[in-house]
């Protein structure tokens, strides 16, 4: 089973800061398989990124996805009041088959 | 627009089974363009994926719970189930249903979730 390692646990930014978050495999990733989601207490999660770097209809473009293999990135080149949530990675293992999430990053307000 | 809804017992006891169903409007669950799939996540932590359903029937089960989960579908009623033998005290959990695209893997749709306490 594919683990994913997420760092840091949280990241405590003022708005218009960069945030990067970073999602690490124990084994290879396919790419096109690597998602990105953001969750807000009480709501279920929200699709931000697939495919390691494609935005979701209606993501705003200060979020982006980057990395390949077993690093993984999600940037956000400014942050919003509305980005602070938290953040899951997700894989699928087509080999297996199974799908696993990162332990989550919370980006909170400093 | 696909919408997915939980619905379940919210108190189930130990040792008994935790029995729920997701019911999906606006697609069909015989359509190959989705896995259906259940999501857990226990109060203040992150996200476990329980299992999914495709429309031929054909299952996947997380390793760790594969031995105590059952999944099946009613396509003429266009919802999926869920269940989970033999609870106990971490299997209180708010569970999400969702449709998982086939192509890309990405969950493209969420239930609300429903918390589900085992407590007897």
């Known amino acids: 089973e594919i683990v994913l390692t997420q760092s840091p646990g949280t990241l405590s930014l003022s708005p218009g800061e960069r945030a990067t978050v970073s999602c690490r495999a124990s084994q290879r990733v396919t790419n096109s398989y690597l998602v990105w989601y953001q969750q807000k207490p009480g709501q279920a999660p929200r699709l931000l990124i697939y495919?390691?770097?494609n935005r979701a209809t209606g993501i705003p473009d200060r979020f982006s996805g980057s990395g390949s293999e077993t690093d993984f990135t999600l940037t956000i080149s400014r942050v919003e009041p509305e980005d602070f949530a938290m953040y899951y990675c997700q894989q699928f293992d087509n080999s297996i088959p199974a799908l696993t999430f990162g332990g989550g990053t919370k980006v909170e307000i400093k | 627009q696909l919408q997915l809804q939980e619905s379940g017992p919210r108190l189930v006891k130990p040792s008994e089974t935790l029995s729920l169903t997701c019911t999906v409007s606006?697609?069909?669950?015989?359509?190959?363009?989705?896995?259906w799939g259940w999501i857990r996540q226990p109060p203040g932590r992150g996200l476990e994926w329980i299992g999914s359903i495709y429309y031929t029937g054909t299952t996947y089960h997380n390793s760790s719970l594969k031995s105590r989960v059952t999944m099946a579908m009613d396509s003429p009623k266009n919802f999926f189930s869920l269940r989970l033998t033999s609870v106990t005290a971490a299997d209180t959990t708010v569970y999400f249903c969702a449709a998982q695209d086939s192509a890309t893997k990405r969950i493209d749709f969420w239930g609300q979730g429903i918390p589900v306490t085992v407590s007897s």
């Open positions: 606006g697609a069909s669950i015989s359509s190959s363009n989705y896995f």
């Open positions: 495919g390691a770097s």
